[in-house]
């Protein structure tokens, strides 16, 4: 199936361990986002990569960087992580003007 | 600058009722809008765009939206709701051209009442 695929689909895991999230996408796009949605439903754009480039980076922590080693891959490794990163992270990728196609999302929980 | 606002973080309607998801957006410059659908536990699904093509869009799904630029208004409407179209919705602004940031409206959670 040709998708953006992300893993895992949920994470728990407890204050101050690192993580990380992983996204691949077989559409062919040359661009990658991550997103995190808070428990409102708001979707913030985080990073955007193009051509494994980094494009746009958000007003983030440090603790998160993301890596990508090639264009269809953006994987977000988070640091030390806090009791407000627990949210939904949706990674997407796109052609160039054309619209984003999303993940189902990772639904991390911070204990 | 950009921004969007959808005007109804709720919507109820009956089904088989029409519905109207009501956004305004705000730019300097020609946008792209869109509209996508999250249903529960899921990622974002594209229901239409508007690329400054026709002004009226059709969707996925019988869903449309009208480009109103002298209202900044992009509504997203429906002749006759289902209760598959129970989900959150989301109107999304860009500036035309190159790799632009997107940014999201807040969401309108449209419920459909059998």
């Known amino acids: 199936d040709t998708a953006v695929s992300q893993t895992p689909k949920y994470l728990v895991t407890q204050m101050g361990n690192d993580k990380s999230i992983k996204c691949e996408q077989n559409l062919g796009h040359d661009t990658m986002y991550w997103y995190k949605q808070d428990s409102k439903k708001f979707l913030k754009i985080m990073f955007s990569?193009?051509?494994?480039?980094?494009?746009i980076n958000e007003t983030v922590p440090n603790r998160f960087s993301p890596k990508s080693p090639d264009k269809a891959h953006l994987n977000l490794h988070i640091n030390s992580l806090e009791l407000g990163d627990s949210a939904v992270y949706f990674c997407a990728s796109s052609q160039q003007n054309q619209p984003q196609h999303f993940g189902d999302g990772t639904r991390l929980s911070i204990l | 600058a950009q921004s969007v606002t959808q005007l109804d973080s709720h919507v109820s309607v009956s089904e088989g009722t029409p519905v109207l998801l009501r956004c305004n957006y705000s730019s300097s410059y020609s946008p792209s809008l869109f509209w996508y659908v999250q249903h529960p536990n899921k990622g974002l699904q594209l229901l239409l765009k508007y690329t400054s093509a026709a002004t009226l869009v059709k969707g996925i799904n019988g869903f449309e939206a009208e480009f109103k630029k002298s209202e900044t208004s992009f509504h997203l409407t429906k002749p006759s709701a289902h209760m598959s179209d129970a989900a959150e919705y989301f109107c999304?602004?860009?500036?035309?051209?190159?790799?632009?940031?997107?940014?999201f409206g807040t969401g309108t959670k449209l419920q459909v009442i059998p």
């Open positions: 999304v602004v860009r500036k035309s051209g190159g790799y632009q940031k997107v940014t």
């Open positions: 990569y193009n051509n494994k480039e980094l494009i």
